[in-house]
């Protein structure tokens, strides 16, 4: 499964200038992770040369690259946490990717990763414990009539 496109970029600088390093991770969830309800996903998105970041959604397998935003962009840097909440149950259960990228002033292309295999299942019942059944034993007494 495909867990990360890009997780840490280093943008080189002009010589004599240290580079700066940018993140965009998706920590959680879990590449096989399966999802109800509402999802939060973590993760981070920060950059010195912040702009913003988004989080979208794509059927898996994404043949055509077709992306979904789940929330409005984020405005704000996260070094760690909080990224987007995902209220799953807007969509079919299936087989789903996460994307994140965090845009930078500069111009440049942003920094991406790609969390594939999640899957959600709102509407498939989850399993239960089962008992399974006993046999019983009868016997059946036969009377004889004189």
């Known amino acids: 499964m495909l867990r990360a496109a ?5 943008l080189l600088a002009p010589a004599g200038q240290p580079a700066a390093l940018g993140a965009a ?3 959680d969830p879990q ?4 999802l109800r309800g509402v ?7 920060d950059h010195p040369a912040f702009d913003h970041y988004e989080v979208s959604f794509a059927y898996e397998p994404n043949p ?21 909440s995902w209220d799953t149950t807007q969509i079919a259960d299936g087989a789903y990717q996460l994307r994140l990228q965090v845009f930078v002033t500069t111009g440049e292309a942003p920094l991406e990763f790609i969390t594939a295999g999640l899957i959600v299942a709102n509407f498939v019942p989850l399993p239960t414990a089962s008992t399974t059944p006993q046999a019983t034993a009868l ?8």
Do not use: K
């Open 64 to 84: 055509t690259a077709s992306w979904f935003a789940i929330e409005a962009a984020g405005g704000a840097a996260v070094p760690g946490g909080q990224l987007a």
């Open 6 to 10: 890009i997780s840490t970029a280093l």
């Open 39 to 45: 999802a939060l996903i973590r993760g981070a998105a």
């Open 25 to 27: 991770e998706i920590a």
């Open 31 to 34: 590449p096989g992770q399966v």
């Open 139 to 146: 016997s059946i007494a036969t009377a004889s009539v004189a």
